[in-house]
């Protein structure tokens, strides 16, 4: 399959032969068949994404050990403090976001995905949220800020700041892997989901509730 499509590039740019699945279920049949990259060889399974088709999306980095064996995004530690936040700002996987990670198998030792890593995977990525038409997408940590946004962006200098592109806004925050590594991130974290939380009522329902949100 043809992979040149630029990192970022979500509705312009060429159509793969991804977009051309209909929905999540059809397009899950095919990436969890994809071996383009090295990553496929060094993993147990691909790990597509989890959630419902919905106005809120999530993007996170790669699946870890737990994400790994249980094919699921956000299931070990990182996840279910991520689950909390999810929770306290009105929101649950179930039933009102999606979750996905920029490269969908896990890299050898939880590294980083290199460059072409991303790259191989971001049609990947792409043809979800073609499907998914998110108003808001969340980028958890660095490496979905700079497949999304721009390839030198830093999280430190970014995060909290809304990027409109392509009719979609996002938010860069912190990956709740940092949170766990450094407390000290918990505060500015929240203080950017109450910011999505006060965006989702303005784009998407005004009656949203989240208690912490007047
Ligand atoms: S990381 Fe992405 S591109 Fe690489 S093999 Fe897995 S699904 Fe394919």
């Not at 699945?21 to 060889?41: F, H, M, P």
């Not at 989890?50 to 106005?55: A, H, L």
Request: glycine residues 8%.
């Amino acid at each position: 399959m043809s992979v040149d499509v630029e990192l970022g590039q979500i509705f312009t740019g060429p159509e793969t032969e991804l977009d051309s699945c209909a929905n999540l279920d059809q397009l899950a049949g095919v990436v969890k068949a994809c071996n383009r990259c090295k990553l496929r060889a060094g993993c147990t399974q691909v790990v597509f994404g989890d959630g419902v088709p919905s106005p809120l999306m999530l993007i996170g980095e790669g699946p870890g050990a737990d994400e790994d064996r249980l094919g699921r995004p956000f299931v070990g530690k990182a996840g279910q403090l991520l689950d909390r936040i999810l929770e306290v700002s009105g929101f649950d996987r179930a039933r009102n976001c999606y979750i996905a990670n920029v490269v969908k198998c896990r890299p050898p030792g939880n590294r980083i995905p290199e460059p072409v890593e991303r790259l191989a995977c971001w049609p990947n990525l792409r043809a979800q949220i073609r499907i998914i038409r998110p108003k808001i997408v969340v980028l958890l940590g660095a490496t979905a800020l700079q497949a999304l946004v721009h390839p030198q962006a830093r999280i430190t200098r970014s995060r909290g700041q809304w990027v409109e592109k392509e009719g979609i806004w996002f938010m860069p925050t912190y990956h709740p892997a940092a949170l766990l590594r450094d407390p000290n991130l918990k505060k500015p974290c929240w203080e950017d989901f109450k910011n999505v939380v006060r965006k989702y009522r303005e784009l998407v329902d005004p009656n949203h509730v989240c208690e912490y949100v007047k």
